[in-house]
Nanobody, 122 residues
Framework: QVQLVESGGGLVQAGGSLRLSCAAS????????MGWFRQAPGKEREFVAR????????YYADSVKGRFTISRDNAKNTVYLQMNSLKPEDTAVYYC???????????????WGKGTLVTVSS
C-alpha cells in the first residue's frame, strides 16, 4: 500500500521561504513522476510542480515558476519542494503524489496523504 507523508509546512511571512518534504513508501518510485499539488481554502486542488523520477526533468505551474523548485532523492524515495519568495496567495495545504500527465494536465495517481499546511502572512 502506497503511503505519502508530507512535512515541512508552517507559518511564514511574505517573501520568506519554506522547504517541504514528501516521504513515499509502498512501491519503488523509480518508474514514476512525482508532483506537488495544493488546495487553498474554498478552492479545488491544483497542480504545482512535477519531476520525472529518472532524468529529473521538471515542470511548474505558471503561478510558481521561478519561485519554487522541485527535487528528489531517489535513494530515500523522497521529493522536496523549495518555496522562495512566498506570497499570501500561496497559502494552502500542500500534497504530494505520483503523477500522470493526460492531455497536458497533471493528475495524482495514488490516495492522497494528509498534506502539510503552508500559511503565508502579509
Amino acid at each position: 500500500q502506497v503511503q505519502l507523508v508530507e512535512s515541512g509546512g508552517g507559518l511564514v511571512q511574505a517573501g520568506g521561504s519554506l522547504r517541504l518534504s514528501c516521504a513515499a513508501s509502498g512501491r519503488t518510485f523509480s518508474n514514476y513522476a512525482m508532483g506537488w499539488f495544493r488546495q487553498a481554502p474554498g478552492k479545488e486542488r491544483e497542480f504545482v510542480a512535477r519531476i520525472n523520477w529518472m532524468d529529473g526533468s521538471t515542470y511548474y505551474a505558471d503561478s510558481v515558476k521561478g519561485r519554487f523548485t522541485i527535487s528528489r532523492d531517489n535513494a530515500k524515495n523522497t521529493v522536496y519542494l523549495q518555496m522562495n519568495s512566498l506570497k499570501p496567495e500561496d497559502t494552502a495545504v500542500y500534497y504530494c503524489n505520483s503523477v500522470k500527465v493526460v492531455g497536458g494536465e497533471t493528475y495524482g495517481m495514488d490516495d492522497w496523504g494528509k498534506g502539510t499546511l503552508v500559511t503565508v502572512s502579509s
